[in-house]
């Protein structure tokens, strides 16, 4: 007989947090909200980690390089959806990782010979406004000059004319050897009032060029999540059928963080490929799995699948349809606390920590704020970045109202990629997501801001500084449908949505 389990799937929602003492200490600028995303030995302390603990989801509607670069510079990271070609998720993952390196590699390139028109059309194309001129017009070759926006006026100029009489040469050029380091090279830019500094090697040829504007960028930015070359974190999500491959190409372009993907991770072929990428890149990589939804395959991942992080959440995604179609998931806040339970006792007889990430149905500020409480080290969110301006989709209007196109990984819409290419796709039969519109929210950054403010705020309340403090201190309650009511404002009259009075 099945075994029917004693307990009730319940989500954040249905909880809410008690104050604690919050001292004169508990102030928002005090709050750390760095958080582990890869397994450590309790006694060394914490590795790999975000800022902010924030990840967006990997979806082809959601985490594109634009939506990486934004949320790199809050401290998240975004992984990168594998529903794609390995060739052009490696070159998303290229495209966040040259952002801001601090040291940039020049890709707006020409020779001497070309015209200013040429010049004008690389700028449109890249939206870069410096252009390297090399020996040959291509990376990595000698440099001649460089000629920016400043040199010539598209309006004014004869756009037929040849650069070589516009361009600043290489003489006149302030410029520093390869090697040098971002302090120094910072320094120069400042003394000699230069808004870009050409790095060469020894034979003259152009490796970098580093920019003014992206160290005033980077003291806008406290919380950026970087790597050790001061280039933006960015992770990338891997299926279960051609991970060595994918892997090695991301891991190629840089990648941070891999994921495998999986909407029930708890099988054989995820601890099958998580060892192979182990036993191929070591400690190289930060490796995750997933999603799980109880304690047994938490151990599952942990002991068989060795990954660094799992991912915790089955059909709770606002765009998902698992449950109804499979019968299959759990509560999100029931799973997070089993996992987190489950978590806590294998830290206290191993001293490893494994974080935990949980993933989907996150519908506002106070849900990620109860899930962090209840145990989670950082949130996945797909609807919430999916609504931002730097999601990959385009904006549409629809009745006065801003909308993003938003669908699920398991929809068609999203499969379709791949049509062609596994036969299993051929074989598909019904869908697990929809397809579907969010409201536009703006910038990214904007609205993180917002949710980091709420979330400082409430830890402050609770009476911690740090998200391990939360986990350990959080008092949390149960409430009852009325609770909810009274907590809400519905014994007054909103002036939005007042009738207009009719005498008037
Ligand atoms: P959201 O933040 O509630 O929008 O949920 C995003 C999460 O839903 C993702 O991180 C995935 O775990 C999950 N997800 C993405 N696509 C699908 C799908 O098509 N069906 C079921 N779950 C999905």
Redo the contacts with the bound molecule.
């Keep these: 007989m099945a075994i029917i389990i004693d307990d009730v799937s319940h989500t954040f929602h249905e909880y809410l947090l008690l104050p604690g003492l919050t001292t004169k200490e508990h102030i928002a600028s005090n709050v750390t909200l760095k958080t582990p995303i890869q397994r450590y030995n309790l006694k060394d302390g914490i590795r790999g980690h975000l800022n902010t603990p924030f990840v967006s ?3 082809q509607a959601v985490s594109g390089p634009e939506l990486a670069i934004a949320l790199a510079r809050k401290g998240g990271s975004a992984f990168i959806f594998c529903s794609q070609s390995i060739e052009s998720q490696a070159q998303m993952v290229r495209k966040v990782k040259e952002h801001k390196a601090g040291f940039v590699e020049s890709d707006s390139n020409l020779a001497p010979t070309a015209t200013l028109g040429d010049a004008l059309a690389l700028r449109r194309k890249t939206g870069h406004s410096t252009i390297a001129i090399t020996e040959n017009g291509g990376r990595n070759t000698k440099l001649l000059g460089l000629l920016t926006s400043k040199d010539f006026w598209e309006y004014k100029d004869d756009l037929t004319q040849c650069v070589s009489g516009f361009y600043t040469p290489r003489e006149k050029l302030v410029m520093a050897e390869e090697g040098v380091s971002l302090q120094d090279a910072t320094n120069l830019l400042w003394k000699h009032k230069k808004e870009c500094l050409p790095v060469v090697d020894k034979n003259g040829c152009l490796k970098f060029l580093v920019f003014r504007k992206d160290y005033f960028d980077h003291h806008s930015y406290p919380d950026e999540l970087t790597d050790g070359r001061k280039r933006l974190v960015v992770g990338a999500a891997l299926n279960t059928y051609d991970y060595m491959e994918r892997a090695s190409a991301l891991v190629e372009a840089g990648v941070d963080c891999l994921c495998l993907d999986s ?1 029930d991770g708890y099988s054989e072929w995820q601890a099958e490929a998580a060892r192979q990428l182990r036993a191929k890149f070591g400690d190289k990589i930060v490796l995750g799995g997933g ?1 799980i939804v109880s304690a047994d395959a938490f151990r599952y991942m942990v002991e068989k699948a060795e990954v660094d992080f799992v991912k915790v ?1 089955i ?8 449950r109804e179609q499979k019968g299959i998931g759990r509560g999100q806040a029931s799973a997070i606390m089993d996992v987190a339970h489950e978590r806590n006792k294998y830290a206290r007889e191993t001293g490893i920590y494994i974080p935990i990430c949980s ?5 506002s500020d106070t849900q990620m704020i109860v899930a962090l409480a209840m145990g989670a080290d950082f949130v ?5 970045f ?1 609504m931002t301006e730097e999601s990959p989709t385009a904006k549409i209007s629809y009745r006065g109202r801003l909308y993003k196109p938003y669908w ?4 068609n819409r ?1 499969r379709n990629w791949q049509r062609y290419k596994q036969s299993e796709a051929a074989h598909l039969v019904f869908e ?2 929809v397809d579907a519109y969010v409201p536009y929210s703006g910038p990214l950054a904007d609205k993180v801001e917002v949710s980091l403010v709420k979330l400082k705020s409430t830890m402050c309340n609770v009476g911690v500084l740090s998200l391990s403090e939360f986990h350990d201190k959080a008092r949390l309650t149960r409430v009852s449908e009325m609770t909810v009511v009274e907590g809400g404002t519905s014994t007054v009259e909103m002036l939005d949505r007042m009738q207009p009075n009719s005498e008037s």
């Design positions: 989801a990997a979806m909407s999603n959440g059909g709770g995604g606002s765009i998902c349809i698992t993933d989907g149905g996150l519908n996945m969110m797909g609807k919430y999916a699920g990984e398991g929809s999203a697990e997501g």
